[in-house]
Structure formats: structure tokens, C-alpha cells
């Protein structure tokens, strides 16, 4: 069960207590991520995009973490032929943020063995 709204403080190293704080010891606004609980790591400066998805990001995922995944966004854009102004192929990257970053769904695979295969932009 989803505790959204309310979550358990937790102490990180500079002793504050808010899931978002800003910490002295890094000079930025620090997060507990979610993959790699207990360390209190940079967050991102803003929500990567305006919706509840983006400021769960911001609250619960690194910036380094945030990198990670678009790197591997660029690999399924490219491995599924995905065009980011469609909505299917929003809503499945948006799916993917949910499998890959937090762990619910499915993690779709990318089968490197396929390139090549991969249709041209706008083909
Ligand atoms: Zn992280």
C-alpha cells in the first residue's frame, strides 16, 4: 500500500528530516532516493515535468539517478521507435519511469541483438 502525502521522515547525515531539504554539507537540495535508501544524494532543482509523476520524481529520485534513466530513455526512444510527441508513446516512457525508477510494472526489455532494425525518424 502507497503511503502518498505522508511519508516517514528519516534523519540523512546533515540531520534534517524533510524528504526534500536543502543540506549544508553539499550546498543543494538533498533527497532520499529511492535507490539508494539512506543516502541523502542531490535532488533535482526543479520536477522534471509539470504533472504529479514529475514532482514524485523530484521528492523520491536523485539528479544522478534522473540522468541514469534518460540515458536509458534515449536507448527505448530509439530500440521501440518511439516518437515522444505521441501520447502511446508518452504514456509507455511514463510507464517506464514507474517500472525502472520506482519499481511498479513491468521493465520493458531492450534486446541490443535487434539494432538496426529500428525504424528511420519519420519512416
Ligand atoms: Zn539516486
Known amino acids: ?3 502518498l502525502g ?3 521522515a528519516r534523519r540523512s ?3 534534517a528530516t524533510e524528504p526534500l531539504r536543502h543540506c549544508y554539507l553539499v550546498g543543494v537540495n538533498t533527497v532520499d532516493c529511492r535507490r539508494h535508501p539512506g543516502e541523502a544524494v542531490p535532488a533535482l532543482p526543479r520536477p522534471p515535468f509539470r ?3 514529475g514532482e514524485r520524481i523530484q521528492r523520491e529520485i536523485c539528479a544522478r539517478c534522473w540522468q541514469d534513466w534518460l540515458q536509458h530513455q534515449t536507448l527505448l526512444i530509439n530500440h521501440y521507435a518511439l516518437d515522444p510527441r505521441k501520447l502511446e508513446s ?3 516512457l511514463y510507464g ?3 517500472a525502472v525508477l520506482f519499481g ?3 521493465v520493458a526489455e531492450i534486446d541490443t541483438s535487434k539494432r538496426g532494425t529500428i ?5
Open 6 to 8: 505522508r511519508r516517514l
Open 51 to 53: 504533472s504529479e509523476l
Open 13 to 15: 547525515h546533515c540531520g
Open 119 to 123: 525504424a528511420a525518424p519519420g519512416g
Open 96 to 98: 517506464q519511469i514507474g
Open 90 to 92: 508518452r504514456n509507455f
Open 104 to 106: 511498479e510494472g513491468e
Open 1 to 3: 500500500m502507497q503511503l
